[in-house]
């Protein structure tokens, strides 16, 4: 029979060990700088949920300008934009599964976005699956992407790309 003390220290680490973050979940952020220095941190890349999970993305230094979308993508070859996305146009912003980051948007989607906080920066939850579509990023590279907007689609300064496993 086990003494109280050595009882106590197995049950403490047990317990520390059932609780602790699984290693996937907490070494898996990873940051990005983009060309015009802008930051972009995605909590979680790996082994996301393929039935879907709600993903915390953080921006810092961005042009408070030019509005972005953060959305899960297709990885695209350099210069070219992300697509497809996960989200698509979402006129009602009520997918959760992309995210419009915009200071000055237009008279129709002022309350589709979310504005840069005062330090440039954002953070925003979006949810993703591994589907976009016909298509599954557990057989396609897909990322977190981070796009200048609609307004300024072809502007691919404002990029940011991180790309994502799924279990």
């Not at 993903?55 to 899960?72: C, S, T």
């Not at 695209?76 to 000055?104: L, Y």
């Not at 591994?130 to 404002?158: K, M, P």
Request: charge should be positive.
């Amino acid at each position: 029979m086990l003494k109280a003390p050595v009882l106590a220290a197995t049950l403490l680490a047990v317990v520390a060990t059932a609780l602790a973050p699984s290693a996937s979940a907490t070494n898996s952020r990873e940051t990005k700088v983009g060309e015009k220095g802008q930051r972009v941190t995605v909590m979680q890349t790996e082994n996301l949920d393929p039935q879907g999970q709600r993903v915390v993305v953080r921006g810092r230094k961005f042009d408070p300008r030019v509005g972005v979308y953060v959305a899960l993508c297709v990885v695209p070859p350099r210069g070219q934009a992300p697509t497809p996305c996960g989200g698509g146009v979402d006129m009602q912003g009520a997918t959760g599964s992309s995210a419009w980051i915009s200071s000055n948007p237009p008279p129709y989607a002022r309350s589709l976005v979310q504005p840069f906080n005062k330090k440039r920066g954002f953070r925003t939850a979006i949810t993703v699956s591994s589907q976009i579509g016909d298509v599954d990023c557990r057989e396609v590279q897909c990322a977190i992407t981070v796009r200048a907007d609609h307004l300024r689609s072809r502007d691919r300064s404002h990029d940011v790309i991180i790309p994502v496993t799924f279990e």
